[in-house]
Structure formats: structure tokens, C-alpha cells
Antibody, heavy 119, light 106 residues
Framework: QLQLHESGPGLVKPSETLSLTCTVS??????????WGWIRQSPGKGLEWIGS???????NYNPSLKSRVTISADTSTNQVSLKLNSVVAADTAVYYC???????????WGQGTLVTVSS | DIQMTQSPSTLSASVGDRVTITCRAS??????LAWYQQKPGKAPNLLIY???TLQNGVPSRFSGSGSGTEFTLTITSLQPDDFATYYC?????????FGPGTKVDI
């Protein structure tokens, strides 16, 4: 059974880099059928797709965040990482990782992790 | 970006009611629409994809319809477990975008 689990610091200072990891179990992130996405949810902006990664290193990012986002994979640990730099208070949100199969709906989600941006 | 809107934003209903939520896209997304249910403190859960296809394990009282720019999610005979917030999402083109949600409460 596929499981996704987000982890990382719950508090990040303004202007610093938010770094999160999604650990995937029950399947390999190199499965050619799957994409691995990051979505965030804040009270002010609802659900926002951040970007997605295909295992061969192909990525798609939301243009609104593209200049600050990097999504990468570590196949040795079966993890997908998110880095968001130069964070501001508006980046405070619950961050989810989720699986989709190409241009498709998100059919498996992690439980989410709250990240607060504050000094 | 494709903008998604939902109506109503809040819906008060009772157990046994038939409930309909509408989702509209700012341009045609053909049938590339998903519906999710989210309960407080939990991740969204996929209910319907490709506008009308029920995800495995989702009760048959949920159904979806529509294409192009207008879609509906219907819950026949609302159950206590169905009180939640529902979101639509388009995946016709990047960036994927979500609707603002419809909260179904008592």
C-alpha cells in the first residue's frame, strides 16, 4: 500500500529556505507511471499546486512560485524533496506531497506538515 | 492560469438530503476535473476523476457530471460522514488549479 510522509522544520525564518522531504513507501519513486507533486494549503489562498517531479528529473512548477522552487528526487532513499527559498509570511501553510499519474488527479496524499514562517 | 470557482461556498444540509455542488472553470477543461473531500486536519481525498469516474472505494452515493466549463458533484442521501469540505481541481493544463471549496455542514 502506497504511503507518503512529509517531514521537515515546522518553523522557518523570513528570507530563509523552506526544505521538506516526502518519504514514499510501498512503491518506488522511479515507477514510470507516477509523478510526485507538492501542494500547499493556507487559509488565505486555499489549495495551491506548487510543482511536480517525474523520476527522470523532469519537473513542472507553478509559474507563481517557479523562481523560488526546486523539487528533486533521491532514488537511494525513495524520497522527494521540496525547497522554497526567500520565504515570507504568506508561505505559511500546510504542505502536502501527493502522487499523480501524468496530467491527472492526485490519488494518494501524505498527511501534510505545517510550516510557519516567522522570526 | 485557469480559474476555478465553486458554488455555494457553504451549504447547510441534513442527513438524507440530496446535495449538489457546482464547479466552473474560466475556460474549457474538457473532462479533466477531479473532486476531493477534505475533513478538518486531514489531507484531501480523491472522490471523482475525469469528471464522472468514481475512485475505488468511494460510495456510490457520490456522482459527478459535466464537461467543458461547468461541472457538478452530487451526493444522494447525505450521510453523517459526508459533512466536510469539497474541492474541485482542473488538470487539463499546468498549472493545476483548485476551486476555493464548498463546506457542507449541518
Amino acid at each position: 500500500q502506497l504511503q507518503l510522509h512529509e517531514s521537515g522544520p515546522g518553523l522557518v525564518k523570513p528570507s530563509e529556505t523552506l526544505s521538506l522531504t516526502c518519504t514514499v513507501s510501498g512503491d518506488s519513486i522511479t515507477n514510470s507511471s507516477h509523478y510526485w507533486g507538492w501542494i500547499r494549503q493556507s487559509p488565505g489562498k486555499g489549495l495551491e499546486w506548487i510543482g511536480s517531479l517525474y523520476y527522470i528529473g523532469r519537473t513542472n512548477y507553478n509559474p507563481s512560485l517557479k523562481s523560488r522552487v526546486t523539487i528533486s528526487a533521491d532514488t537511494s532513499t525513495n524520497q522527494v524533496s521540496l525547497k522554497l527559498n526567500s520565504v515570507v509570511a504568506a508561505d505559511t501553510a500546510v504542505y502536502y506531497c501527493a502522487k499523480h499519474s501524468g496530467v491527472a488527479s492526485f490519488d494518494s496524499w501524505g498527511q501534510g506538515t505545517l510550516v510557519t514562517v516567522s522570526s | 492560469d485557469i480559474q476555478m470557482t465553486q458554488s455555494p461556498s457553504t451549504l447547510s444540509a441534513s442527513v438524507g438530503d440530496r446535495v449538489t455542488i457546482t464547479c466552473r472553470a474560466s475556460q474549457s477543461i474538457r473532462g479533466w476535473l477531479a473532486w476531493y473531500q477534505q475533513k478538518p486536519g486531514k489531507a484531501p481525498n480523491l472522490l471523482i476523476y475525469k469528471a464522472t469516474t468514481l475512485q475505488n472505494g468511494v460510495p456510490s452515493r457520490f456522482s459527478g457530471s459535466g464537461s467543458g466549463t461547468e461541472f457538478t458533484l452530487t451526493i444522494t442521501s447525505l450521510q453523517p460522514d459526508d459533512f466536510a469540505t469539497y474541492y474541485c481541481q482542473q488538470y487539463n493544463i499546468y498549472p493545476f488549479t483548485f476551486g476555493p471549496g464548498t463546506k457542507v455542514d449541518i
